[in-house]
C-alpha cells in the first residue's frame, strides 16, 4: 500500500491516486471519484464547461437598464423576501468604487447560507428596473472572502468546472491552477506536427493550458478546437474500421438493372423525377452492382418522393430475380406504403404481398407460404417480418422505413434472413452533414431537398393569446369546407405542477364547439389498436378535427388535411415542430400551420416560420440544443461528444473525417506501432471501439 504522505510536484505520475496531490486528502479524493477523477491525469482532463468573462466588467454605477453586463462588488448586505404568491426571493447590495446594485435571485432563498456579507462577487446577468435598478444574475462565483484583500479582477475569463457536494467549483479551480503547471507535461500528443500545423490547431499540452487557464475567449475556444478535433478523429476512426469491417465482410449480390421494370414504372409515372431523386438513384443502382454489399441511408425532408427511389431500387432486385421487403413501425404506416406501391406498380402487372400481425391467422399463413416460395415478389410489413416463421425464397433488397424506430437487432434480424441482400435505410428526419457524418459515417448518404411538383404549398403563421378565437373560427370554416385538422398538444391530460392545455381538456372543448364534426382524439396511452383506429376513421374523412399528442408526428398520409394547429409551440423541438408541419401539404391545396403561443414569440420559432426547408430546421435545432439531445436518434448508443460543436465544427469534422479514412486504409486494425497509441485512446474514449479493432 501506498505511503500516505503527499507526494512532491515534481514527482507527479500519470497514474498518481488523486488522493495524494497537495490539497487534495481522503476526503476531497472521494469527493473528485464522484466526478470521476481518481489519478492526476483525470484532473487535467476534468474541463470547464462554461466560462464567466470578466475580461470587461462594467461598475455598477454604470449598470444600465435592459444591458446585460458583468460586475464585480461586495456584498454589503442581505435579506430574503417573502412575495404575496409564496415565492422567497435572494436579495444582496453589492458595492465597488462607483456605487450600489442591487441582486435578485427570485426562488433561491437558499443562496442565504451560500453567500455571506463581506465577500467578493462575479455577477452576469440583465439589468432590469423595478423599485430601481436591479440586476438577476445569470451567473455568479465567489471570489473571495470578507477577510480577503482581493479586488476587482482584470481581463479574466473564468473557467467552471463540473463540482459535486463537498466540493464547489471554485475548490476544484484553486486546485487545478496550483498543479496546472506539472500537469501538464504528462500529456503525450498523438497528433503529427505537420498535420497539426496544417490544421492551425496548437499542440495538446498547449491547448489544455489554455481552456484551463485562458487569456481570453479566444484561446480557449482554440484550446477546445484542438480538443474537438481529436474527438471528432476517434469518432471517425470507429466509423472508418466499421465501415471498412463491412465492405470486407459483406459481399454484395451485384444487381445490375436491365430496366425491364424500372423503365415501365418511369413511363408510367404522371411526373418527372427530381433531379435529388435521380442522383439518389445513380448512387443506389451503382451500390447494388457493386462488388461490396449496400448499406446506404436515403434521407429525405417530408414530401421529397423517398417512396418512389424506394420503390424503384426495389424493382431492381425483382429484375435479378431476387425479393425485396420493406419494413415500416407501424401497421398504419404499412398499408399506406401498400396503398401507394399498389396503386403505383398496377401499370407493370405488379401486387405488394402485405404481412401485418393484426391480420387473421389463415391469411398470415397464406401470405407467408408465397413469400417462401418466392410468388410474392415485394413484401410490405411491420416486426411480423422479423418472426422465424418468415422465410424469403432469395431476398435481395430490404428497404427499412423510418429505420431508427427500429432498434440494432430488429434491423438485423430482417437483413440476415437473406443472404447479403442490399439494405436501404430511409428516414423523414433531415439531419444537418455534420450530424449525419457523426451518426452515420459508417453508411453511404444521400439526401432529398427538392419536392416534387404538385404539393400544396404550407404557410407557417405564429398567433398569439389574443388571436385565439380568430384561429378556431378559422378551423371551423376550413373543415366545413371539407377540409380537415389537426390540433397538437403536448401534455394528454390538465396538471397542477404545468400550467398547459392538454389533449382530453382540448378534445371536450372543440367538441361542443364544432357540434356539427366529428372530433377525435389520439395520445400515446391509448391501446395501439385503438389508436389505429382512430387515425384510419380520420385518414377516411369520418373525423375532421384530430385532437392529439405527438404520436402523429410520424405517420398517416391525409392529402385532405390542410390545417395544423399547435399548442405552446415553444414547449417543441424544431425538427419536432417540423415533422408535425409535414403532416399537412400533402394534397395539391395550401396548407397551414398556425403556433398557438401563449406569451410572447421567441426568435426561434420566428426563425422556424421563416422556412419550410427540413435541413435549415435541422440545422437550427443542431444550433438551439447541441448535439447531446440528437445524437440518440441512431439508437446505437456510446457516442457522446464533450468538446465537439457540431453546429460550428464542420471543418473539423470534414478533416477529421479524411484523416481516419487515410489511416485505416494504409493500416485497417492500427497494428502498425505509430498507430497502437491512436487505437488504445479511441478505445479509452469509446468502449465499444474494441470490438472493431479485435481482429486483424
Known sequence: MPSRAVLRTSSLQPDTPIQFLKGVGEKRADALARLGVRTALDLVWHLPHRYLDASTLTPLA???????????????????????KGLRIFHAVLRDDSGLLECVWPGQAFLDRTIREGQLLLVSGPVRFYHGRQMAPREFIILGEADDAESAPEGLILPIYPATEGLGHRQIRALIERHLDALIPLIADLLPPARREALG?????????????????????????????????DVQLMLARARALAKRDKGGLGQVSNATFTRRLRESLP??????????????????????????????????GKTVVA?????????????????????????????????????????????????????????????????????????????????????????????????????AALINKGSAPDVLLLTATPIPRSLALTLYGDLDVSALRERPPGRGKVRTAIRVDAERERVWTFVGEECRRGRQAYVVLPVIDESEKADLRAATTMAEQLRSRYVDLEVGLVHGRLKPEDRDAVMRR?????????????????????????????????????????????????????????LLADGGVPERLKAFAATTDGFKVAELDLQERGMGDLIG????????????????????????????????????????????????????????AVELFRVG
Not at 544 to 551: G, H, K, M, P, Y
Open 62 to 84: 454604470r449598470a444600465r437598464v435592459g444591458d446585460e453586463i458583468s460586475a464585480v462588488g461586495r456584498v454589503m448586505a442581505k435579506r430574503v423576501l417573502p412575495t404575496r
Open 311 to 411: 420503390l424503384l431500387a426495389m424493382l431492381v432486385a425483382l429484375e435479378n430475380q431476387h425479393q425485396a421487403a420493406l419494413m415500416a413501425p407501424t401497421e398504419l404506416l404499412a398499408e399506406q406504403h401498400a396503398t401507394t406501391l399498389a396503386r403505383l406498380l398496377a401499370p407493370l402487372g405488379i401486387m405488394p404481398e402485405v404481412l401485418l400481425g393484426r391480420m387473421p391467422a389463415a391469411d398470415k399463413a397464406s401470405a407467408r407460404k408465397r413469400i417462401a416460395s418466392g410468388a410474392a415478389r415485394i413484401i410490405i410489413g411491420t416486426h411480423a417480418l422479423l418472426q422465424e416463421t418468415v422465410a424469403f425464397k432469395q431476398l435481395g433488397l430490404v428497404v427499412i422505413d423510418e429505420q431508427h424506430r427500429f432498434g440494432v437487432e430488429q434491423r
Open 538 to 594: 380520420f385518414r377516411d374523412g369520418t373525423i375532421q378535427v384530430l385532437v392529439a399528442t405527438t404520436v402523429i408526428e410520424v405517420g398517416i398520409d391525409v392529402p385532405n388535411a390542410t390545417i395544423m394547429v399547435v399548442e405552446h409551440p415553444e414547449r417543441f423541438g424544431l425538427a419536432q415542430l417540423h415533422q408535425l408541419r409535414g403532416r399537412v401539404g400533402r394534397g395539391d391545396e395550401e396548407s397551414y400551420c398556425i
Open 201 to 233: 490547431l496548437p499542440t495538446l499540452p498547449e491547448a489544455l493550458r489554455a481552456v484551463h487557464r485562458p487569456s481570453s475567449a479566444a484561446e480557449a475556444e482554440l484550446g477546445r478546437r484542438r480538443l474537438a478535433f481529436d474527438e471528432l478523429f
Open 271 to 304: 411526373w418527372s423525377l427530381t433531379g435529388d431523386q435521380e442522383k439518389a438513384l445513380t448512387q443506389i443502382a451503382a451500390d447494388m452492382a457493386a462488388a461490396e454489399r449496400m448499406h446506404r441511408l436515403l434521407m429525405g425532408d417530408v414530401g421529397t
Open 633 to 688: 436518434a441512431r439508437q446505437s448508443g456510446g457516442i457522446t461528444l464533450r468538446h465537439a460543436k457540431l453546429a460550428e465544427d464542420g471543418d473539423l469534422l470534414e478533416k477529421a473525417r479524411a484523416m481516419a479514412r487515410d489511416v485505416i486504409e494504409r493500416d485497417p486494425a492500427l497494428q502498425r506501432p505509430e498507430h497502437g497509441p491512436l487505437r488504445d485512446r479511441a478505445i479509452a474514449r469509446f468502449p465499444r
